[in-house]
Each structure stands twice: as C-alpha cells, then as structure tokens.
C-alpha cells in the first residue's frame, strides 16, 4: 500500500483540530512518521504564519513538550488554504498547494453535512484519484442517510479509498480487548453463554454539554456515542476469532456481530436528560435530545444467545469513566457458602477502556479468618504502570491511514450494520426522563439492568464492589 504523500486537513481551524489534530500530528512527526505536507484548509481568513502559529499554540495546550527541531520542520512543511467549501476555486487551491502530490490524504474533520460537497469539490478537480479520504463520525444520522451517503461518495471514491475514523478504535484499551481475548489461552474458552451472564458497557461523563449545544442538540447520546463508539467495543467483544491479522478478515468478524444484532427493541431503552440541558446555549427550547441512554442488545449467535449486552452512556454523571463489565455465571456449586457465611459473588471481569485503561478480576479467595469461607478479592493490571505511554488514538488512526492501513476504521458494511441494529428506537424513541446531574441517570435504565443483577458502575463510581 502506497504511503500518502501529503496531508490535507479540512477543518483546520476547527475544535478537534485544535483539541486532537495538531498534537497528533507532532507526535507522528517526532517519531519520523510524518515527513509530507500538512496544508490545512478552512475558511477563516488566516495567513499561513497565523496557521502555524495556531497550532503550536494548541500542541502546548494540548500537554504536550516541544522540541523545537521537530516543530521547525513540522512548521516549514505546513500550509494553508483559505476558502469556502462549496466554491470550486478552493479546490483549485489545494491543487496548487499540492503541487502535484499523487497520494494525498485529505482528512475531513467538518460537519457531516458537508462531507458530500467536499469530495464533489476534489473529484471535479481531479484530485481524488490515488487519495485516502478520512471521513469523521458521524457517518449518517440514520441506516437510511448512511446508505445515501456512501452511494454519493462511492461515485467518486472506491471503498478501499474512504476511511471512517472512530477514535475509540485507536484507544489503546480498545484495541486491547482483541489483544486480550486473541492472545491469552485462557479467556478465550470461557467467553460465551455458557460461563458469561452479562456483559456491561458504561461510558460516563461528569461534564454536560458545556458550549456543544448547537452541535450536540441534533444528535443526542445515541448517535454522539452509541452507534459509532460503544457499537465498535461491542463488535470487539463479540466477533470471533478472525482468521488472519489483517482488515478483511478482521472487519469480517465485526460485521457478523452487528448483523446478529437483533434490531434494538423500543421497550429495552431509556432515553435520559441531565436537568439544566434546556438552558445550554444552543439547545432549542423544549428540547427532547437525550443526554443519556441505556439499552439492552441482544446478539443471535451460538455464542452469545440469552447473553444481554446492556450499554449505557451519559454526561453530567456522577464520574468520568468507560468501562465493559463482564459478569460470570456463579460456579454450578454453591460448595463455600454451605460452611457459613454467604454465596460467592460472582467472578466479574472489568475492561477499563477510558480514561485510563487495565483489567481488573473480581475473583474468590478463601477467607483467611474464617473456615472454608470465600472472600472477594481483586487483581488488576494498569496498562500505563505496566507498560508504559501509550499513543494517542489520533496519532495512531492518522498515522495508520497515513500509511494506507485500514484495520482500525470502521467500513460501510459495519456502520450500516449498526445503524440497522438502532434503527427501531431511532424510529421510537419514547420519552425522554429527566435526571439529576451528579447521578448515574433515570431509575428506569437501573429497572433494566436489575433484572441482570444491576449495573455495576465503573471503578470509582459508587458501587465500586465486587458485584
Ligand atoms: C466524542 C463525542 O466522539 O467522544 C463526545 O462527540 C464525547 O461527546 C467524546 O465526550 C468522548 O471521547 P473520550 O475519548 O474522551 O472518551
């Protein structure tokens, strides 16, 4: 696969790219991963030095140490291109910025609205052929938009030129679920039905919607994280094993998963909303977009047939915290808790996926007090103490795509599947329930997951027990 031979950000001016981009791409030209150039297009009306300028000031926000040799030569390969996306002469203009580059990326971090408008712009000036397109999330707003939009792009784009970029994708704890369950003899026999109760993915947030309300008013907890993020770590959860270490194979297993999701029934979702979201700045009047949902998935395989997949995902929680919760079947004999005291919990196995990533197992050990009584005890890995930094997931996906791989985005065939998956309770949503900011959402989503034992908060959160 042919590495790309510049960069071309639109969008440049934009949040993530101040927030993600900018630093990512440092840390990729600090690891000599990044020797093309960087033209950044948006319609602010910068000069280049402004642009530079920018950035490096967003690279230092971002925590990040410079070295001013690597920030001289990431500078001097850095351009940009001041237009509107719907005129051809912006395009135009990139084409003179790349002054005849052959495999250029061009990575679209803008409103999902104009993703259309923008490939129409680079295919009418020739430029997409022998290019990758970056597609940011959200790809569709429904099965229906998502379909829509990928036959426009495919008239201008092969699917092996388009990648949809998810960052969870590029977390490090992620991808470690695959990792974790692929290389390790010892949990891959014990991961279906037959031992596993329920699986829990809860991604909490204690910050609101602070000043995304424009943005975050039209789409709502579902598709902001569910379809796209939580989807992905449910796919790698659930797909079997792939044949080889490559995309085919490895995103053939992951379209399974979401084509053996059963469309998601309106009765097993809760759609919540923090108190005080109506007077965000952006948000329309009376708004019934969820900051909140929980819903029950259930997957028709061999594998994973009567195993609930429960996912939930919130701001203005009481903490910040993503985490899969796997929950064994109690042993078939109840041997310890006829000598006294209790039944033994059951095993539990915690994926920490943000933000700091490890593993933790809820295990049984003999109580050293009394007779042959088990006691909970846990033991944990921690992914940074263990071994060491780790990239950043736009480092990671940038450079990837940078480098034509394509393992870590999402395909047409696994966003559809999702899509499809969500498609009833995007059609019947139901009403949305006020929930107190500080709390772990509405009582109802508790009511779901009661009838599996409840949810089992992430570390840190209130019920950091054994459940
Ligand atoms: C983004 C969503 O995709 O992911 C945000 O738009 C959300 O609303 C963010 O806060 C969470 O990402 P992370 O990496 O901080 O868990």
Redesign the pocket.
């Known amino acids: 696969m042919e590495k790309s031979d510049s960069f071309v950000q639109f969008g440049a001016t934009g949040d993530l790219a101040r927030k993600m981009t900018f630093v990512s791409l440092y840390r990729l030209a600090e690891k000599g991963r990044l020797d093309v150039p960087v033209i950044g297009v948006a319609s602010n009306d910068w000069d280049v030095d402004t642009f530079r300028n920018r950035a490096r000031a967003d690279i230092v926000a971002a925590g990040q140490q410079i070295d001013e040799g690597v920030w001289q030569r990431l500078a001097s390969s850095m351009d940009y291109v001041q237009g509107d996306y719907t005129r051809p002469d912006t395009y135009e203009r990139v084409k003179d910025a790349l002054s005849g580059a052959s495999n250029p990326l061009f990575y679209l971090e803008i409103p999902p609205g104009l993703f259309e408008t923008v490939v129409q712009g680079l295919y009418n000036e020739g430029l997409t052929r022998g290019s990758r397109v970056v597609v940011e999330?959200p790809f569709g707003h429904d099965l229906e938009s998502a379909i829509q939009l990928n036959a426009s792009l495919s008239g201008m784009l092969d699917e092996d030129q388009i990648y949809r970029i998810d960052?969870?994708l590029g977390?490090n704890a992620v991808e470690d679920i695959m990792v974790w369950r692929f290389a390790n003899r010892m949990v891959e026999p014990i991961w279906n039905s037959d031992h596993i109760e329920a699986v829990m993915i809860t991604?909490a947030?204690s910050f609101d919607v602070s000043d995304?309300g424009h943005f975050?008013d039209d789409v709502g907890a579902l598709k902001?994280?569910v379809q796209?993020?939580l989807m992905q770590v449910t796919g790698l959860l659930a797909m079997e094993p792939p044949t080889r270490n490559t995309p085919a194979a490895i995103h053939a297993e992951q379209v399974k998963v979401f084509d053996a999701i059963e469309p998601v029934e309106p009765g097993h979702f809760v759609r919540g909303q923090y108190d005080g979201y109506l007077d965000v700045d952006g948000v329309r009047d009376g708004s019934t977009t969820e900051t909140y949902v929980a819903l029950r998935i259930d997957i028709d395989s061999w594998r994973w047939a009567k195993v609930p997949f429960l996912i939930r995902a919130g701001k203005s929680l009481s903490l910040t915290a993503?985490e899969v919760v796997v929950r064994f079947r109690r042993p078939p004999l109840t041997l310890f808790d006829q000598v006294g005291a209790r039944v033994p919990d059951h095993n539990v196995m915690r994926l920490l996926l943000?933000p700091t990533g490890g593993v933790r197992l809820h295990l049984q050990a003999k109580d050293p007090t009394a007779g042959m009584t088990s006691v909970p005890v846990v033991a944990g890995i921690d992914f940074h103490q263990e071994l060491g930094d780790e990239l950043l997931?736009y480092e990671l996906l940038l450079g990837e795509a940078l480098e034509g791989d394509s393992t870590l985005f999402a395909t047409q065939a696994m966003i559809e599947g999702t899509w499809r998956a969500l498609q009833p309770v995007l059609d019947q949503p139901g009403e949305v329930i006020t929930y107190r900011p500080g709390s772990m959402g509405p009582a109802e989503a508790d009511a779901m997951a009661g009838r599996y034992g409840g949810w089992v908060d992430p570390v840190g959160g209130a019920s950091d027990e054994p459940a």
Do not use: A
Request: charge should be positive.
């Open positions: 999330k960052h969870y977390k991604m947030e995304r975050y902001d994280v796209n993020h993503t943000g997931p």
